[in-house]
């Protein structure tokens, strides 16, 4: 509809001034509430050709679209603004377009689509998921569900952290304190077990600073002095040069690691198609370090370090292999690139890390690009604003983070309670009791994660993000069950929705839905272009909201027009299909039943 429009402009353009446009230059949004109309063009980009002014340049294809297209039926004119009031047909055309299109809002993936590779999770193997990881993790899988709504081929990727300084920290405290222990001789989960002594490694670590600086070190010479990081350091240098029972212990610990992410994962909802780890890129990194270095791209400092140089290119001086030879975070990210090109012939590799690594991806693509790859310059980095809570910054070191699995049992047991108190699951099995919980309260937890604009930080707060009556996942969770329960209650009095009659007098209301169901496919195509999931949640926010004022005003089974009630039917089932739609790009499930 809107695009017949847009046709038609381009149509009155020439007729009216005998210029071709392209409809690109043009652009129709929703009128506002406060005047007359369905939908404004914009006409100020036209006044150099119509060298009128805006008010009778507007006048002038208003009328044109009136006589000359059947969707408008009439006009009027705000300074340069041209607000069409449509044909109350064209909104029963409209939804009868959409009740047809099961993938409504979705374009399909072809042979021919351009593949982009997202980037997410990039966990440490020495710790549990926390919450920023849940942050990080539902923004990349919302973000390919998005691309992939758009018609791209998307691999789903991920690089694990399972080396390095950091991991050793682990290991080292449990062979001095874990007797043995297992995640299945404890019951406790792989992540959580090596977490717990990543803990204990930074408690001796603090013990052994207070320690040296009572007896007269300043507490820079104590950090590095004392024994505890000495031996990680040590540790960390076996690995490197391969040796046998450090590298059996690694493999050992991160597997457990690994067994308790995969089920972190299967809750989440979220999944990778490939998985690299930096046990492996960072040797493809370091060769081609030492290729740059061949070329003069890089250069070696007296201590043996190598560095790249980039203050021509307004950045500073970037460490890229240390004086001991080992490599650094940049290096292993040369090395991935490296790896994934060779992989798969991506068109755009997108990277979802959060804004604190900002100057890191600067650096990443100027240096990529000298090397040569030809992605370098056009990588992308999805960065995102922190998430905290009420009471304040996390820190893993300490112990103080907020375990992903511990937030979502709480999710989801607050979600059971919130909902028996409401009365939502009244009439349902202990089965279906037990997934509606889950899938409130994962779906709260999920959408209020995702409903922020993702570059700016948030407070995640548990207590507000189960609300049936604000803008919450549970909210629009509801809402699709209600329709939903209407559609069984019309089904089992054996009324459905046919083809609907034409000359319907529909409201403002009804109209107006039918109009934001329509907009969802411009939704999905600029939440994916400028990578926002917020964008999808906040219009089915909206839609939901729009829907709920529609259902308190008017009857829908008990319509005594036929007409009318087919017509209310069809509009139900379709708002609710755009919600399961739009939720499924955020990766959130809606209920039949609450």
Sequence with gaps: MEQEILNKVVEAVKSLYGVDIES??????????????????????????????????????????????????DFNVIKGFLN???????????????DADANFGFKPVTDASPLYMVEYSSPNTNKPLHLGHLRNNLLGFSLSKILEANGYKVVKTNIVNDRGIHICK???????????????????????????????????????????????????????????????????????????????????MNNWVYAGFDATYKRMGVGFDKIYYESDTYLVGKKKVEEGLEKGIFYRRPD?????????????????????????????????ATL????????????????????????????????????????????????????????????????????????????????KELGKLDGLTEEEIAATCEMIGMGALKYFLLKVDPRKNMVFNPKESIDFNGNT???????????????????????????????????DKEAGLVQTLAAFPSVVAQAGAEYSPSQIANYTYDLVKQYNQFYHDFQILKEENAALRDFRLMLSANVAKVIKNAMSLLGISVPEKM
């Design 473 to 507: 996942g549970s909210f629009i969770q509801y809402t699709h069950a209600r329709i939903k329960s209407v559609l069984r209650k019309a089904a089992e009095s054996g009324v459905s929705a046919g083809a609907l009659q034409k000359d319907l007098q529909l409201s």
């Design 24 to 73: 690109s230059i043009l652009s129709l949004s929703k009128t506002r509430k406060e005047y007359a109309g369905d939908l404004t063009l914009v006409v100020f980009p036209l006044l150099k050709i119509s060298h009128q002014k805006p008010e009778d340049t507007a006048e002038a294809i208003g009328a044109y679209l009136k006589e000359n297209c059947s969707v408008v039926a």
């Design 340 to 419: 994934r090109f060779s992989d798969y012939n991506i068109d755009k590799m997108i990277y979802v890390v959060g804004n604190e690594q900002n100057y890191h991806f600067q650096v990443l693509s100027l240096l990529l690009d000298k090397l040569g790859f030809s992605f370098g310059k056009d990588l992308v980095h999805f960065s995102y604003g922190m998430v905290e809570l009420p009471e304040g910054k996390m820190k893993s070191r300490e112990g103080t983070v907020v375990d992903s699995d511990d937030l979502m049992d709480e999710m989801v047991t607050t979600a059971t309670q919130i909902s």
């Design 84 to 98: 069409l009031v449509l044909n109350q047909t064209c909104w029963v055309d409209t939804l009868m377009a959409i």
């Design 170 to 252: 682990s290991m080292l405290a449990w062979l001095k304190h874990g007797n043995g222990a297992t995640p299945d001789s404890t019951g406790i989960k792989g992540d959580h077990l090596v977490g717990d002594y990543y803990v204990a490694f930074d408690k001796d670590y603090k013990a052994q600073i207070k320690e040296l600086m009572a007896k007269g070190m300043s507490e820079d010479d104590a950090k590095a002095e004392a024994p505890i990081i000495k031996e990680a350091q040590e540790m960390l240098r076996k690995w490197e040069a391969g040796d046998s029972e450090v590298r059996a212990l690694w493999q050992k």
């Design 304 to 336: 043996g370090s190598v560095w790249a140089d980039l203050t021509k290119d307004g950045l500073d001086e970037k460490l890229l292999l240390r004086s001991d030879g080992t490599s650094v975070y940049m290096t292993q990210d040369i090395g991935t």
